[in-house]
């Protein structure tokens, strides 16, 4: 879920409990009315995918197909004005359950896991370039961790060091750009 100009956007996800399928749905929350409207789907249904809010745009990034059993690198653009989506350069590497957060202006999309590997990248996206770039990994390579900014750094939180959720950890690790 991302937070946009006073209101929720709740995009993709998966449905279904024994069976994973992945939706492309979007939906908005208005607090102020207490209700929910659709809007314009995602182009490609995934679940477990990074997003954030930039310059009154919505990114959705990478995630998994139908329960994490094969992984994406699509990358989707929402404008709230004409309620449509665009395509964008593709993550360079592609998986879900990875963190997305901003900083300076840039989207960073850190660990994350594809079918039998987990990830320690940490690539940065430009959005006046729509190019990605390879940044220092991450010292402990995760999925299922939580990513935010506070000041000059990006702080990754917990998470599965190991694929699968077996085994989760507290570890707490910042990134910070020269």
Known sequence: MIALDGKIHAIAGASGRDIKKSVDWHEVYDPAADNWEPRAP????????????????????????????????LHHVYDLQTDAWETRAPLPTPRGGHAAAVLRERIFIMGGESTGKLHGQNEGYDVKTDRWESYAPLPTPRHGAGAATIGDAIYFAGGAPVTGTAFLTSVNEAFALN
């Open 42 to 73: 995602l182009p490609d249904a995934r679940d477990h995918a990074g997003a954030v809010a930039l310059n009154g745009r919505i990114h959705v990034i990478g995630g998994g197909l139908d329960g994490s059993s094969r992984s994406s690198d």
